[in-house]
């Protein structure tokens, strides 16, 4: 079955192109101009994935994402964006976005990040040579702890010690992976692979954002760093 994108872009020329485009590779495409016909749409038939550019009129696609995720929805979200500064990236990730293109960008990288959202959240419809490498089972309640961190598999909650923290979809992920392996240098290619099904190569920061806003939520006064960066390599998860 054709996945079903909502797509929310301002600009006509760019929204008719990635319409077209996405039409081309199989998608059905609702195709809106600001956030307020988005979030309408996203109420009455909710979609598989949604395009969202940052900057529109009225409701803005932060705002969007806020209000879905605040409902509880849990719908994949990539967010299209002109803002090239690290805080404005962590801005979208904060509001719940799973993902991001900078404007100007290539139509293949967001068919590539599209294929990897719907991967994750088991929507995408792969062949054999597509279907990423299977992850460790989880059993269902199962909690994993490591570096003074528990998490509750099924629930979908973390703790520091007797702190709770707040976290998305992805950062929930990527901590996973990392508690999982703790004390093992995970590289970069491996990391994307499982958490996002599809390496964006050398150039992408999508990976140090994440880590980025994860450390910050992770931080306490006083208290050890828990993920390391080793420089050329990766990550690890420990406590000094």
């Known amino acids: 079955m054709p996945q079903n994108v909502l797509l929310a872009e301002d600009d006509r020329a760019i929204r008719h192109a990635l319409e077209r485009a996405l039409t081309?590779?199989?998608?059905?495409?609702?195709?809106v101009a600001d956030g307020v016909e988005a979030l309408a749409q996203a109420h009455r038939t909710p979609p598989d994935v949604l395009v969202l550019d940052v900057m529109m009129p009225g409701i803005d696609g932060l705002q969007v994402c806020r209000v879905l995720r605040a409902e509880g929805d849990r719908t994949p979200i990539l967010m299209l964006t002109a803002l090239v500064e690290t805080a404005d990236r962590i801005?979208?990730?904060?509001?719940?976005?799973?993902?991001?293109v900078v404007k100007p960008f290539d139509v293949e990288e967001v068919f590539a990040r599209?294929?990897?959202?719907?991967?994750?959240?088991?929507?995408?419809?792969?062949?054999?040579?597509q279907t990423p490498a299977p992850r460790e089972p989880r059993t269902s309640g199962a909690q994993i702890s490591a570096a003074g961190l528990r998490m509750d598999i099924q629930a979908r909650r973390v703790w520091r010690g007797r702190r709770e923290l707040e976290l998305t979809r992805t950062e929930f992920e990527l901590l996973e992976l990392l508690v999982r392996n703790a004390g093992i240098v995970l590289d970069h290619s491996t990391i994307y692979d499982r958490i996002w099904g599809y390496d964006f190569g050398p150039g992408s920061k999508n990976l140090a954002v994440y880590v980025g806003y994860?450390?910050?939520k992770l931080d306490e006064p006083g208290a050890p760093a828990l993920i390391h960066t080793v420089r050329g390599v990766g990550y690890v998860l420990r406590e000094d």
């Open 24 to 31: 081309l590779e199989g998608y059905t495409v609702t195709a």
């Open 91 to 100: 801005a979208g990730l904060d509001a719940g976005a799973d993902d991001y």
């Open 114 to 129: 599209l294929r990897a959202l719907l991967r994750r959240t088991g929507n995408g419809a792969l062949d054999d040579a």
């Open 214 to 216: 994860l450390r910050r």
